[in-house]
């Protein structure tokens, strides 16, 4: 079985994870690995496992009884676990299981990552993140979290509306928000450079992914204080994202070409133009602006 060593016993833990090596190398089962992380947590621990579920963006109706998590086989192991409660966001819900179940199973947060929500609570309890085999990029959505509690500028907040049965079996329309990357300004979220930074401090205990355990924890209340400070330094595009613009150029004239540039912090590639005759003068134009190029 896996070495549990980084969780504390008693704690709060917020765990993500990526079974796909643990099942081969261990022989074990998703809910074998459930039962672990609990008795590993004790009596006094209390476990939250992403339930997160994309469709309510698209219209589709969220059943809190039993809308199913696509974060996994060992995340749907935890929804269905006897005594398991789920948090209210029918996005970005979570399975809570152990002795503060019952502060999580009042949590209905309008707002995704908001102060109200289970990552808030998670913070407000001095609770613990662990990741099992997954790299920040694909697993820290607390990031999100701190991007919200401090305002930055490159998310929004974006209401989404659709149907909702609660756990009376009640359906109706009901609004929740998620505060989201600006597409509009190319934001790509990029925070596996915040996550070295976070080895090269020491803040992050366990081993990296995909080596000896591929279990790493670190402090919820840490990683937001951590995260906030490099917000606040006007850091977050070194850290937390980068903006990534995509262009089509159109040329006007009897031949016609397009090229796509893609250009991101680090790297402008650029496609070759067609060798072929062309007018006597054609302009590019850059989808979304930034400069005009002109081919004789």
Known sequence: MINLDVI?????????????RSLKEQHCTPIDILYAVLERLGSAGTLIVPLFNF??????????????????????A??????????????????????????????????????NSPFGMLRKMDGDIAVLDLPDQNSMTFYHHVEEMTGVSYRYHKPFT??????????GDRTYSIFVRNLERNVLTSVDRMGEKLWSEGLYRGDRPRIKTGLRAIS???????????IEAGKANEYLYEISRTYFLRTKGYYGWRMVLRLSRRTLATASLPDRKCCS???AEIKG???AIKHP
């Open 8 to 20: 504390r016993p008693g704690s709060v833990l917020l765990l993500h994870s990526s079974l796909s």
């Open 281 to 283: 003068s054609h302009t």
């Open 220 to 230: 919820a209340r840490t990683l937001f204080n951590t995260t906030k400070a490099i």
């Open 78 to 115: 935890a929804r269905v676990f006897n005594g398991a409660v789920r948090t209210g966001h029918p996005v970005y819900s979570f399975a809570v299981i152990g002795a503060q179940s019952a502060d999580f199973a009042k949590i209905d947060n309008y707002s995704a990552y908001g102060d």
């Open 55 to 76: 469709e309510f963006t698209k219209g589709v109706t969220f059943n809190i009884k039993s809308t199913p998590s696509h974060m996994g086989a060992f995340t749907e």
């Open 162 to 171: 659709a149907p909702y049965t609660d756990a009376q079996g009640i359906t």
């Open 289 to 291: 602006g930034i400069a």
